[in-house]
């Protein structure tokens, strides 16, 4: 809770609970934004959430309730009357009483399917069968429909009617009586059209639409490519199953970025909030990839080993290892970045691949080479090393950035063509690969020209 | 163009504009989306752009000319004649005229701005104005503003009378003379009211908003929060200046989110998609970060030579440098990017920090314990190195892991506190703060425990 406004109310709130001023803390937060009484709700102490809930009016406590955390919701409903889950479970659109269910443990899910008509647990199911990250698994089923023969005037009736509880009113979608899709109207096209008009002659029939089967990422990039506020998503034979809203995509394109930068970071994505995930559970998102690098790495140990004898002849050699690995680790890590948030991105395609390395390249021969430089005169001005071990190690700096550059590149390409996320392919893993081609490279060079 | 469909429809439409079949090829594109049109159009060659450009409906040629590059934008404008240029203009939303002066060269904007009436030249230049990044500047001027004496019908009718031309209809604002924003009423809440109710009755007057020089990731983050699909932005007397529409804030949480993952690859964020960078751009991106973290990596070499007594009289000890100083840039890197990522999305605090700082140290010691017991099995069991030796490397891991999480979950924070962003507080940075720390470490737990 950054919103000093917000931290003074919860204050308010806490102390006029603690006095037991009921009304005045009711007054206080009858007009409150849903998403602000969730956070109030959660920050209070367990035994004062429930007493705050009720003192909210019911539309206000239903909506708050959705965005709740999973671990406040289980209080909540372990503190419901039969009553009070009855009105929260009729008020939640499906898409919040599906993620509901998700997260609750068996016993509180079978406490809530009791207050849900079978209508809505047929339908929950449903979208509880969808794959994971699917788009039919962030769908809602609550959409309104019309038909095609439908005038202007009967199809703001039947928004009138059935749109209180839709999620969007204002696109609405055309289906036959199989529940093909038709067309699209939007209220905008009901507004600017005549009364009379029939929506078979006003309904825009090129639909964008998605199957249940597609990846939510996919589906959020297709909302926001095409400006839409839903997307509609049909089954195997192109009928109308739910909507993916504008909402629910920009929360899937935050989840998907910061999985990709967790993954980038060499980390197993975790579903929760930093400050909700527990110690065991982070040191399991972690440690497998520290593993596996820490053991990757020991080969570049044996690489070390190898040259022993180079480097004992040539001492000097050994102190400009970590700046050689690291500036390798880096340049990859750039490259590598960069071609993962272009893929994620789809800015770049697989046929835009022989332009991406080739201007990885380049890039990396300015770089290099602009390192080198600087370098060279560093070591001949202050460090006043040799000019022969200057030369091994500028030559060797700009032979790792081309390294770096192409691994860092190519890597993640490949990632994707193999079916991988091309996110582990990101600098941790450049890092330990780009070392030891740096030693490797290093030491050669350092016999070549030193003669060792 | 990944999508096979319009793959297909490009190469179609490539042909029949070579064989001069228009009429086909006008046909072909007259049901395309603004998106899709804009994406062929970019694909065709410079002098059959324009050709293709005439053919499409001009609605959708002008829509489609908001989503292109500026590159091709540049392209049209200059083929354009001057009652072509007046049709797109006078299409075009005042914000993506904005994006279009912003990016045109000199010669152009002249033209362009040639084209536009006294009016939206006046508020052109006031969103010009707005700080780069700013919810102004990323704002429109095209909303419906209603009057709270107005009743249901006479909004429905100001609504169809000025709708066509706004950005967004479903959200209209409640002004008073002056322009101060009293509050707002959805096109929902309108059809679900009588016709004859007073607006004044029926408006939501508790109304989130930011002004116009809140940070546009801060306004993209408030819309996503409370599920707007647009949000008010006032000045600084109250004053309702523009809105920004969820698409845009949509947008930004995208480019937001590219920028985090440039910044903590250690690279100058970059305003154009990958492909569409020049190599000198990458270059001037790339390199400053690569020479500032050489330069620091040499402070590494520094330490190395100091301790090169200790090195000569194990010379075994060498061999585990890269590991140690992976291990710990990584694990600091998993640190600092958890942490990057919860402070921009709101999700850490800085009341939070003691328990992060806690909460990463016993992550550090289950971590550093798991790698240590690994590492020390591995020593023993197959590299069948001296009991003292494998010691002190896994005590050294040990040590660095928490060390390494320490730094790299308190910089980001403080990064933060000092105003800087904390995505440059990533891997890169810290593995080279690692690295010293480690280095120190190592050589004195290997004098103590080796006594060299």
């Known amino acids: 809770m950054e919103n000093p406004i917000l931290m003074e109310l919860f204050s308010q709130l806490d102390t006029l609970l603690e006095e037991r001023k009921f009304s005045q803390a009711a007054a206080l937060a009858k007009d409150l934004m849903p998403a602000d009484a969730a956070l109030l709700l959660e920050e209070l102490p367990e035994q004062k959430m429930p007493v705050l809930f009720r003192l909210c009016p019911k539309e206000l406590a239903a909506d708050a309730f959705a965005y709740m955390s999973p671990e406040a919701q289980e209080v909540l409903v372990q503190s419901f009357s039969d009553l009070e889950l009855d009105e929260v479970m009729g008020q939640l659109f499906l898409d919040d009483t599906v993620d509901l269910i998700e997260e609750m ?20 199911n449903q979208v509880l069968n969808y794959p994971k990250d699917s788009a039919g698994s962030i769908m809602t089923m609550e959409y309104v429909d019309l038909k095609r023969s439908m005038t202007v005037e009967q199809a703001f009736q039947r928004i009138r009617r059935t749109g209180v509880e839709k999620e969007t009113i204002y696109t609405c979608y055309v289906t036959d009586s199989r529940r093909k899709l038709l067309g699209i109207v939007t209220v905008k096209d009901l507004l600017l059209a005549q009364n009379d008009q029939i929506l078979r002659d006003i309904m825009e029939t090129n639909v964008k639409f998605v199957h249940t089967h597609t990846d939510q990422e996919e589906a959020a990039r297709q909302l926001s490519r095409y400006d839409f506020l839903a997307l509609p998503v049909v089954d195997g034979e192109q009928r109308l199953v739910g909507i993916v809203t504008v909402d629910d995509a920009m929360d899937v394109i935050q989840e998907e970025a910061t999985e990709d930068i967790e993954k980038m970071a060499a980390m197993a994505p975790s579903d929760r909030p930093y400050m909700r995930t527990g110690i065991w559970e982070t040191w399991r998102h972690r440690v497998p990839w520290l593993l596996f690098l820490m053991i990757s790495a020991t080969f570049t140990s044996g690489i070390i080993s190898a040259y022993e004898g180079a480097l004992a002849a040539s001492v000097v050699l050994t102190g400009f290892i970590p700046m050689l690995m690291d ?4 340049s990859g890590g750039q490259s590598s970045a960069t071609i993962i948030r272009g893929l994620s ?7 835009d691949v022989p332009r991406v390395l080739l201007k990885e390249c380049a890039v990396a021969l300015l770089n290099g080479g602009t390192l080198a430089v600087a370098n060279f005169a560093k070591l001949m001005l202050f460090d ?8 091994v190690v500028c030559t060797t700096l700009l032979a790792v950035v081309l390294a770096a550059n192409l691994v860092g590149s190519s890597l993640p390409v490949l990632a994707k063509r193999l079916g991988f996320d091309p996110a582990v392919m990101a600098s941790p893993l450049i890092t330990t690969i780009v070392d030891a081609i740096a030693l490797t490279v290093y030491f050669n060079i350092a016999k070549l020209i030193l003669g060792i």
Chains 1, 2 share one sequence.
């Not at 443990?105 to 929950?124: C, F, G, Q």
């Not at 500036?327 to 880096?330: D, E, I, P, Q, R």
């Not at 991105?345 to 046929?351: M, P, S, T």
């Open 327 to 330: 500036t390798g680790g880096n």
């Open 105 to 124: 443990p068996a016993n509180v899910v079978k406490k809530i399917l009791r207050h849900v008509d079978a209508d809505t647990r047929r339908m929950i």
């Open 384 to 391: 006043r090393v040799g000019l022969l071990v200057s030369a």
């Open 345 to 351: 991105l789809g800015e770049i395609q697989y046929r």
